[in-house]
């Protein structure tokens, strides 16, 4: 316990400084600076009764200052006005008086409000770390390196606060190759976040033991129907429960990269410094359609050489709209980073779709960048 308490010690230190530094703050110094000016302005012309003013400290404490911090301001107003009384000779007087009982009440209500603040917050900082354990369950970390693969993603969902949406991504290394998947849930809230956990939980029993991709999106299929029936979902609501996908293999001895995809916007192919669409030959049905659409699944190959990169997205990046409702214009937009490295080119992906979009929103979006990094042994069949 001893030691425990040496390491948490520190932490608790810091967060000290940090809160101590934060009262620094102009914002935090504003009851204070408040308290100050009316009571400069009162001395230099008492006529124009600037002692009134005393009530909006402890008010916008409340807003900032804990209970403690709050009363402290309030009472440091209370003392203000009383100094001013006693200097205009005021003590006893209605104004006066009446003056300390407004400041007095405000303070009991500010003190209040700075405590139900204070609960609020508590209660957003455990939902928020609620959340953050959810997406470290749901999106587990994909490892940066998978065999001759460097991956990076990039996620953030649309709900205020919120950690988790129902776009996901995952990948994983199969004696098949490197195996990756990026879907996009219809709908939003809780019920998507929970058919997203559904999907990523399929995937990962399955990722290793299907023999190719169409195998892989049949049993990714079949799970969603498993699920709609033990939810007991009416048939119209079933059938409106489907998820777009884009499944892609990238096999360690071959230079090429096998896609599936089930209805999801396609990727984008940076290759040389040029970027290209890699737009499916034939639709695959999205997941939870196949009984209106058919299961064929048709399988793309492109080539997938030594520095290549495959951009993965849902529409939350390529729907995104700006002030005249203009999609995001993304290949365009990432011919400009086409040589940049997985994690730099999200990070630019990241601040410019914040600069194009205007207001809220209103969308998930997710992203990840796959690039071949290990040359292939094309002979031998094996990554060098």
């Given at each position: 316990?001893?030691?425990?308490?040496?390491?948490?010690?520190?932490?608790r230190?810091?967060?000290?400084?940090?809160e101590?530094?934060?009262?620094?703050?102009?914002?935090?110094?504003?009851?204070?600076?408040?308290?100050?000016?009316?009571?400069?302005?009162?001395?230099?012309?008492?006529?124009?009764?600037f002692?009134?003013?005393?009530?909006?400290?402890?008010?916008?404490?409340?807003?900032?200052?804990s209970?403690?911090?709050?009363v402290?301001?309030?009472?440091?107003?209370?003392?203000?006005?009383?100094?001013?009384?006693?200097?205009?000779?005021?003590?006893?007087?209605?104004?006066?008086?009446f003056?300390l009982?407004?400041?007095?009440?405000?303070?009991?209500?500010?003190?209040?409000?700075?405590?139900?603040?204070?609960?609020?917050e508590?209660?957003?900082?455990?939902?928020?770390?609620?959340?953050?354990?959810?997406?470290?369950?749901?999106?587990?970390p994909?490892?940066?390196?998978?065999?001759?693969?460097?991956?990076?993603?990039?996620?953030?969902?649309?709900?205020?606060?919120a950690?988790?949406?129902g776009?996901?991504?995952?990948?994983?290394?199969?004696?098949?190759?490197?195996?990756?998947?990026?879907?996009?849930?219809?709908?939003?809230?809780?019920?998507?976040?929970?058919?997203a956990?559904?999907?990523?939980?399929?995937?990962?029993?399955?990722?290793?033991?299907?023999?190719?991709?169409?195998?892989?999106?049949?049993?990714?299929?079949?799970?969603?129907?498993?699920?709609?029936?033990?939810?007991?979902?009416?048939?119209?609501?079933?059938?409106?429960?489907f998820?777009?996908?884009?499944?892609?293999?990238?096999?360690?001895?071959?230079?090429?990269a096998?896609?599936?995809?089930c209805?999801?916007?396609?990727?984008?192919?940076?290759?040389?410094?040029?970027?290209?669409?890699?737009?499916?030959s034939?639709?695959?049905?999205?997941?939870?359609?196949a009984?209106?659409?058919?299961?064929?699944?048709?399988?793309d190959?492109?080539?997938?050489?030594?520095?290549?990169?495959?951009?993965l997205y849902?529409?939350?990046?390529?729907e995104?709209?700006?002030?005249?409702?203009s999609?995001?214009?993304?290949?365009?937009?990432?011919?400009?980073?086409?040589?940049?490295?997985?994690?730099?080119?999200?990070?630019?992906?990241?601040?410019?779709?914040?600069?194009?979009?205007?207001?809220?929103?209103?969308?998930?979006?997710?992203?990840?960048?796959?690039?071949?990094?290990?040359?292939?042994?094309?002979v031998?069949?094996?990554?060098?």
């Amino acid at each position: 316990m001893a030691a425990l308490r040496r390491v948490l010690a520190p932490k608790r230190f810091s967060r000290r400084m940090r809160e101590a530094a934060r009262r620094l703050e102009p914002s935090f110094l504003t009851p204070l600076l408040v308290i100050v000016l009316a009571t400069v302005a009162d001395i230099l012309d008492p006529r124009l009764e600037f002692y009134r003013f005393f009530g909006v400290p402890p008010a916008l404490a409340a807003a900032m200052f804990s209970v403690a911090g709050t009363v402290s301001i309030g009472l440091l107003a209370m003392a203000a006005s009383f100094g001013l009384a006693a200097a205009h000779n005021g003590l006893g007087q209605t104004p006066s008086t009446f003056t300390l009982l407004v400041v007095g009440g405000v303070t009991v209500a500010a003190a209040y409000a700075s405590r139900m603040r204070q609960h609020r917050e508590r209660t957003l900082a455990e939902v928020r770390a609620v959340s953050e354990t959810a997406q470290r369950v749901l999106l587990r970390p994909v490892p940066h390196r998978l065999g001759p693969v460097d991956v990076e993603v990039l996620y953030q969902a649309a709900a205020a606060q919120a950690r988790i949406g129902g776009d996901f991504y995952e990948a994983r290394q199969t004696r098949h190759g490197v195996r990756l998947i990026i879907g996009d849930v219809r709908g939003k809230g809780l019920p998507a976040v929970e058919v997203a956990s559904m999907m990523l939980s399929s995937f990962r029993v399955h990722v290793r033991d299907a023999p190719d991709l169409p195998d892989l999106a049949r049993r990714l299929e079949t799970d969603m129907n498993y699920y709609c029936e033990d939810e007991s979902v009416p048939g119209d609501d079933a059938l409106e429960r489907f998820i777009t996908t884009l499944i892609i293999e990238i096999p360690a001895g071959e230079p090429v990269a096998r896609l599936v995809n089930c209805g999801h916007p396609p990727p984008l192919l940076l290759h040389g410094g040029e970027v290209r669409e890699v737009e499916p030959s034939a639709p695959s049905p999205p997941v939870n359609m196949a009984a209106l659409l058919g299961d064929d699944y048709q399988v793309d190959t492109v080539a997938f050489a030594t520095g290549d990169r495959l951009l993965l997205y849902t529409d939350g990046v390529s729907e995104s709209r700006d002030g005249a409702g203009s999609f995001y214009p993304l290949a365009e937009r990432v011919r400009q980073w086409a040589w940049a490295p997985p994690r730099e080119l999200l990070d630019h992906l990241h601040e410019d779709l914040r600069a194009y979009v205007v207001g809220v929103r209103d969308d998930d979006l997710a992203a990840l960048v796959a690039q071949r990094v290990a040359p292939v042994d094309t002979v031998s069949g094996r990554e060098r």
